[in-house]
Nanobody, 125 residues
Framework: QVQLVESGGGLVQAGGSLRLSCAASGRTFSIYATGWFRQVPGKEREFVARISRSAGRTYYADSVKGRFTISRDNGKNTVYLQMNSLKPEDTAVYYC??????????????????WGQGTLVTVSS
């Protein structure tokens, strides 16, 4: 089992930027593809971005393409989500997740074995 802890959430005005971090422990982080998801109360958890084990491939939801960037530093056991040009509709709890056996874009929640506790991002208008 791997433990994931998100940080970096907070309150930001529309058009602003925020960088989320996800620190991993318990297992060798480099063997996992990693994703970011977000969830609003009353709605299903939504795929945001994914990065491959070696960071050679990235995938994004259409709603965040051109605004968000996922990256990772396996030496620090950390994955990041840089969020620019934030919109009020980006407001959600953001979660990082790890996939030890994935392939392709893997946008579905069920493909990820490990999850963090989430960090709240609030974008004001």
């Amino acid at each position: 089992q791997v433990q994931l802890v998100e940080s970096g959430g907070g309150l930001v005005q529309a058009g602003g930027s925020l960088r989320l971090s996800c620190a991993a422990s318990g297992r060798t982080f480099s063997i996992y593809a990693t994703g970011w998801f977000r969830q609003v109360p009353g709605k299903e958890r939504e795929f945001v971005a994914r990065i491959s084990r070696s960071a050679g491939r990235t995938y994004y939801a259409d709603s965040v393409k051109g605004r968000f960037t996922i990256s990772r530093d396996n030496g620090k056991n950390t994955v990041y989500l840089q969020m620019n040009s934030l919109k009020p509709e980006d407001t959600a709890v953001y979660y990082c997740a790890a996939d030890p056996s994935g392939y392709g874009s893997r946008p579905e929640v069920k493909n990820y074995d490990y999850w963090g506790q989430g960090t709240l991002v609030t974008v004001s208008s």
